[in-house]
């Protein structure tokens, strides 16, 4: 995979610039950036360090920040982000809160959905139950991959537990199966910024790395309920 050069050398600056503060404690701020579960490079060749640290240190860290200062003083800073992310679901007047909580609630949760020695399919009760819910593993990545392509603009893909059955679905823009009751296993990003300098406008490319080589199936196995 190659990555533009144009972004490579910007993308190095902007580390640069992040690098020192990135992990400064927020002051007097209830949310805190999560650490990576890996560094930056680990994923590598399928995910460039470059790519993570911009999905990292601009994006999560940005609806992060976004987040901090919206709840600032008010009484959603005494909640927790699930709290947040369900109260301000549909409402339209919390739209920029809900969609910062729940894109920093989605971009950790997808950090533990990947794994470098991930990919390939699960083994144990948990393919038990994909084998019963999507006929095979076959069926799950088929099903999975038309998610993840299909959904139109920016999303995300979920694996989800609905009860004793998993499902599929794709959720648009900061959307989440969380504010619905269900329980989510993994998710893919598929937004452009989450695979863009890697793999231009090949998204289908990008879902099968995904599946292939960094699906995390033991932290999906820790969420079965």
């Known amino acids: 995979m190659k990555n533009h ?3 490579k050398s910007v993308s190095l ?9 990135a992990f400064n404690a927020q002051a007097a701020r209830p949310f805190e950036l999560p650490p990576l ?3 930056y490079d680990a994923l590598e060749p399928h995910i460039s360090s470059e790519v993570m640290k911009f999905h990292y240190f601009w994006h999560h860290k940005g609806y992060l920040h976004n987040l901090n200062n919206l709840v600032a003083d008010t009484e959603w ?3 927790s982000l699930e709290d947040i992310i369900i109260e301000s679901a549909d409402n339209p007047d919390k739209q920029g809160l809900f ?5 920093v609630w989605n971009h950790t949760f997808f950090w533990q959905s990947m794994h470098p020695e991930g990919g390939g ?10 084998e019963d819910s999507f006929g095979s593993y076959a069926g799950f990545r088929e099903e999975f991959t038309a998610a993840a392509v299909g959904e139109f603009a920016s999303g ?10 998993l499902l599929i679905t794709s959720t648009t823009d900061a959307e989440t199966p969380i504010t619905e009751g269900k329980t989510p296993l993994l998710t893919l990003d598929v937004w452009e910024h989450a695979y863009y300098l890697d793999y231009q406008n090949r998204r289908g490319d990008f879902v099968q790395v995904f599946l292939d080589y960094l ?8 969420r079965l309920q």
Not at 121 to 130: H, N, S, T
């Open 77 to 79: 800073e005494e909640m």
């Open 13 to 21: 600056a902007l580390v640069i610039v992040f690098t020192a503060t």
């Open 156 to 165: 995300w893909a979920w694996l989800i537990q609905d009860g004793d059955e």
């Open 121 to 130: 399919a699960p083994e144990g009760d948990l393919l038990e139950m994909i």
């Open 37 to 39: 579960p890996y560094d």
């Open 5 to 7: 050069t144009m972004f």
């Open 99 to 103: 969609n910062n909580a729940a894109q």
């Open 215 to 222: 699906i995390n199936w033991d932290f999906a196995e820790t």
